[in-house]
């Protein structure tokens, strides 16, 4: 699925100041259901029993919290790029500056694992994640985020 499926520019933030995964998560629901309150409550509960369950850190500084939910047809995503990053209890101990969250409807389990397989192997790409990392503004990110996609698709 390219990233330009999952994300849009409205979901593409930077992150000033110290934050603990607890609150990059909360601000994660929110991006992911911002005109639904409710849903926003219930996505920050998914995320967090996901992560308590086993961290969603993939190495490298890299992140991929993620749950499925009732109520959404689609699949959606969130990029939040850390200034200051956060322990994620990542295995290889890289705390996280880089967070792809994503909110995955209830009925979709094989294409969630699907989804997660491709993102992995997207953020596993040195020179994607250095692009992401030097992007001066939000605008730079998502635009870094989507057409450095979208050249790799067409690669």
């Known amino acids: ?5 999952l994300i849009s520019e409205d979901r593409v933030v930077i992150l000033a100041g110290p934050r603990d995964r607890g609150a990059v998560l909360q601000v ?17 509960d998914i995320l967090g029993a996901r992560e ?11 992140a991929i919290p993620h749950g499925r939910i009732g109520g959404i047809e689609h699949t ?26 994503m909110a995955v409807p209830e009925h979709h389990a094989q294409e969630h694992l699907q989804q997660l397989a ?8 040195p020179e994607f994640r250095r692009r ?8 730079e990110l998502a635009d870094g ?3 450095g996609d979208q050249r790799r698709d067409a690669a």
């Open 132 to 139: 992401l990392r030097l992007a001066a503004d939000a605008d």
């Open 118 to 125: 491709e993102l992995a192997e997207r953020f596993a790409d």
């Open 76 to 101: 959606r995503g969130a990029f939040l790029r850390l200034e200051q990053p956060a322990d994620f209890g990542a295995a290889d101990g890289v705390p996280v500056d880089l967070v792809l969250a």
């Open 1 to 5: 699925m390219p990233l330009k499926d």
């Open 28 to 44: 994660a629901a929110r991006l992911l259901a911002p005109d639904d309150a409710a849903q926003a409550e219930a996505l920050l």
């Open 145 to 147: 985020l989507l057409t």
């Open 52 to 62: 308590r369950l086993a961290s969603t850190a993939i190495g490298h500084g890299v």
